[in-house]
């Protein structure tokens, strides 16, 4: 594939994940602190939400297999993911959040379990769509293009 | 814009910021953010820390403070940083949008509050009310 068409897939991509809710503008504010001072900006912060949402996910996967459930916990760690989430404008992670939120709220294990499940589903479709991204973008950093924003 | 007296003996004419925030993901993109405007800046993960940093003798024109972080949250915080006699800007960054969350907040001692996430534009205007 020519650089063209590289470049032209990772504008469709992009539009795509927005289009479809898994960024939001908040993704567009991190582009814009990225420049040749901080040139992997955005991969740096991107890969501190994996590593803080993949520690979170197993946290909560721990707190919800307790016999009591301690939901005030539940909710502390829910709500430093939908913080992180919201941060990097990874939209449909932070929407499953809030519902899990309510739930501790009104300490519905039911509820958390199911929302446990959405949220592991939407970080891994996220992280994923990501990944892809930055991958593609290095393919044409590779080839000596430069990135469309 | 220059050092004004009561941070007499720095010699840098830069602004300067405390990050006070629990989330890691948070601290790294208002770092950034405070660097892109020329702002030297350190970060804390919680109001105590906040606190100790104060006790230590250093002081700064801008702390960012977020409002839920364990050991020690946002609003007493800024109440304890208020009780020293610290009269840095002390602007408020937190999801909470209730008016009554909001209002105990400022009325800790903020001088502004931002809902997060924290942008560029959000920042300049915060920034603004320090000139102002």
Redesign the interface.
């Known amino acids: 594939m020519d650089l063209v068409q590289l470049q032209r897939q990772l504008v469709d991509y992009k539009t795509s994940l927005y289009n479809e809710g898994f960024l939001d503008e908040?993704f567009t504010?991190?582009q814009?602190?990225q420049d040749e001072n901080?040139p992997d900006?955005v991969v740096?912060?991107v890969s501190?939400?994996f590593e803080?949402s993949e520690r979170l996910l197993n946290e909560l996967t721990k707190a919800l297999e307790q016999q009591s459930v301690d939901f005030k916990r539940v909710d502390?760690h829910v709500?430093?993911l939908?913080?992180?989430s919201?941060?990097?404008g990874a939209q449909r992670v932070q929407k499953v959040c809030i519902a899990f939120r309510n739930y501790c709220e009104e300490q519905n294990i039911e509820g958390c379990v199911k929302c446990l499940q959405q949220v592991r589903h939407e970080y891994s479709l996220v992280k994923t769509k990501l990944e892809s991204m930055f991958q593609l973008q290095q393919q044409i950093l590779s080839a000596g293009g430069s990135i469309p924003m | 814009m220059a050092a004004q007296g009561r941070h007499g003996g720095r010699k840098s004419n830069k602004m300067t910021a405390l990050v006070v925030d629990?989330?890691?993901?948070?601290q790294?993109?208002h770092h950034?953010?405070l660097d892109?405007l020329g702002i030297e800046n350190e970060a804390v993960s919680n109001g105590k820390e906040a606190v100790d940093i104060h006790c230590s003798g250093k002081t700064f024109d801008l702390i960012l403070m977020d409002m839920?972080m364990?050991v020690m949250n946002g609003i007493e915080a800024t109440r304890k940083l208020r009780e020293m006699g610290i009269r840095s800007m002390i602007a408020g960054v937190s999801?909470r949008s209730m008016e009554r969350e909001v209002q105990e907040f400022m009325e800790a001692g903020l001088d502004d509050y931002q809902v997060?996430?924290l942008?560029?534009s959000k920042l300049i205007s915060i920034i603004h009310k320090i000139n102002g």
């Open positions: 908040q504010q991190l814009e602190l901080n900006f740096e912060v501190l939400f803080d502390a709500h430093q939908k913080g992180s919201s941060s990097i | 629990d989330n890691m993901v948070n790294t993109i950034r953010l892109n839920d364990p999801t997060k996430p942008t560029v």
